[in-house]
T-cell receptor, first 109, second 113 residues
Framework: GQSLEQPSEVTAVEGAIVQINCTYQ??????LSWYQQHDGGAPTFLSY????GLEETGRFSSFLSRSDSYGYLLLQELQMKDSASYFC??????????FGTGTRLQVFP | DSGVTQTPKHLITATGQRVTLRCSPR?????VYWYQQSLDQGLQFLIH???????AKGNILERFSAQQFPDLHSELNLSSLELGDSALYFC????????????FGPGTRLLVL
C-alpha cells in the first residue's frame, strides 16, 4: 500500500521560517509535490521534486530525499497570508496523485 | 484563476437523489481528475480520465460514475445520495498524465440533506 505522513498543525509568527515535513511509503515513486489550500479555496500547486535536493521558488523551497522517502516544504519570511493548509502528494507510475492529510499552518502577528 | 471551471458552485439536494457535476479543463489539458474533500479532511482521489479514457480509479463508490467527453470536459455523476456524500468535489486537469502538476478548479460544494 501507500501512506504519507505530515504533521497536522504548525504555528509560527510573521517573519519566521517554518518547515513542514512529509514522509511517504509507496511503490513506483515518481516525485513529491506540494499544494497550498486556503480555507474554502482550491488547492494550488507550489512545487514538485523528482530528484534529490532542494528546489527554491521565492520564499518557498522544497526538498526531497528519495533514499529516506522524505521531503519537506520550507517557508521563509512568513506572512499572514501564508496561513493555509499544505499538502504533500506523491505521484506514482499509476497515474494517481496520492495526497497526505495536510498540515494546517497558522501564522500569528 | 487556474483556468479550470466547475459548475455548479453550490448544490443542495436530498438523500436518494442524483446530481451531475461538470468540469472543463484548462485549454490543451488532456487529463481530468476528480477528488472528494470532506470537512477538515484531505483530498481523496476518485478517478482520472485521459483523453476520454479512464486511466485510474481511487476510492470511488459504485454509486458514483464519471466520463470524459470528446471535447475533454468531464462529468461526475453521484446517485442514491447519502448524508455522508456532503463534501467539496474538486476537479483538476493536467497536460498529460499529470505526475507533476495538476491545476484545480474552484470546486463544487455539495450538501445532502
Amino acid at each position: 500500500g501507500q501512506s504519507l505522513e505530515q504533521p497536522s498543525e504548525v504555528t509560527a509568527v510573521e517573519g519566521a521560517i517554518v518547515q513542514i515535513n512529509c514522509t511517504y511509503q509507496t511503490s513506483g515513486f515518481y516525485g513529491l509535490s506540494w499544494y497550498q489550500q486556503h480555507d474554502g479555496g482550491a488547492p494550488t500547486f507550489l512545487s514538485y521534486n523528482a530528484l534529490d535536493g532542494l528546489e527554491e521558488t521565492g520564499r518557498f523551497s522544497s526538498f526531497l530525499s528519495r533514499s529516506d522517502s522524505y521531503g519537506y516544504l520550507l517557508l521563509q519570511e512568513l506572512q499572514m497570508k501564508d496561513s493555509a493548509s499544505y499538502f504533500c502528494a506523491v505521484s506514482r507510475n499509476t497515474d494517481k496523485l496520492i495526497f497526505g492529510t495536510g498540515t494546517r499552518l497558522q501564522v500569528f502577528p | 484563476d487556474s483556468g479550470v471551471t466547475q459548475t455548479p458552485k453550490h448544490l443542495i439536494t436530498a438523500t436518494g437523489q442524483r446530481v451531475t457535476l461538470r468540469c472543463s479543463p484548462r485549454s490543451g489539458d488532456l487529463s481530468v481528475y476528480w477528488y472528494q474533500q470532506s470537512l477538515d479532511q484531505g483530498l481523496q482521489f476518485l478517478i482520472h480520465y485521459y483523453n476520454g479514457e479512464e486511466r485510474a480509479k481511487g476510492n470511488i463508490l459504485e454509486r458514483f460514475s464519471a466520463q470524459q467527453f470528446p471535447d475533454l470536459h468531464s462529468e461526475l455523476n453521484l446517485s442514491s445520495l447519502e448524508l455522508g456524500d456532503s463534501a467539496l468535489y474538486f476537479c483538476a486537469s493536467s497536460v498529460n498524465r499529470g505526475q507533476e502538476t495538476q491545476y484545480f478548479g474552484p470546486g463544487t460544494r455539495l450538501l445532502v440533506l
